[in-house]
Each structure stands twice: as C-alpha cells, then as structure tokens.
C-alpha cells in the first residue's frame, strides 16, 4: 500500500477553477491506478475519476466529463485533480485513492487519503 495526503481544497464560487493534488509515500507509485472519489454531505462516496498507470487513460464519471481532468506526475509521486467550471454540486470532501491488480476498471482501490474539503459556493 500507499500512504496519500490530498491538499488544495477549499472555497471556490460557481463557475470557478480549482486544482487538488494528491501525493504518495513510496518508490512505486507509478505502478499504482490512481483515482478521486468524493463524498458529498449526506451521501455515499461517489467515483469521480481514474488514471490507469501505464496507458495514463483516463475515466470520469459522467457529470464531470469536460469539466474535471485527472493528470499524474510519476516524478513527483502525485496525482491531480483540476476542476474547471465547478457546480455547487461538487460540494464534497475528494478523497484520492490507490490501487493495483485492475483498480481502474474495476473502480475497487485499497489505499486512501483523509480527504480535503471542497465548498461551492452559489
């Protein structure tokens, strides 16, 4: 496993622009399926999107798509999550996640950050 922290959370108005990052401990994050996932107050945690580790494909869920883009630095050991034209909606704490053995197809991850809090405000 991977230990996560996610930073860059915070307040941003409808319409607005912000970027999460999430870095890992360890040499091996390059072999790691990364991932965000956010949980919205009163709701289940959701997938929001992935990268695959070698192919750098990316997936979003649908109502994100256009808007959010997933990018990973491997030198760096990070991950990130740029917002753009964020909704009210998008209320949540975004969690980064790690996995290996098809984490990105099947959506299923075992490594997790705390979370950071992201607030839209209307």
């Known amino acids: 496993q991977v230990q996560l922290e996610e930073s860059g959370g915070g307040l941003v108005q409808a319409g607005g622009s912000l970027r999460l990052s999430c870095t890992a401990s360890g040499r091996t994050f390059s072999i790691y399926d990364m991932a965000w996932f956010r949980q919205a107050p009163g709701k289940e945690r959701e997938f929001v999107a992935a990268i695959h580790w070698r192919s750098g494909s990316t997936s979003y869920v649908d109502s994100v798509k256009g808007r959010f883009t997933i990018s990973r630095d491997n030198a760096k050991n990070a991950v990130y999550l740029q917002m753009n034209s964020v909704k009210p909606e998008a209320t949540a704490v975004y969690y980064c996640?790690?996995?290996?053995?098809?984490?990105?197809?099947?959506?299923?991850?075992?490594?997790w950050g705390q979370g950071t809090r992201v607030t839209v405000s209307s």
């Open positions: 996640a790690a996995g290996r053995s098809g984490s990105y197809f099947t959506r299923t991850f075992d490594s």
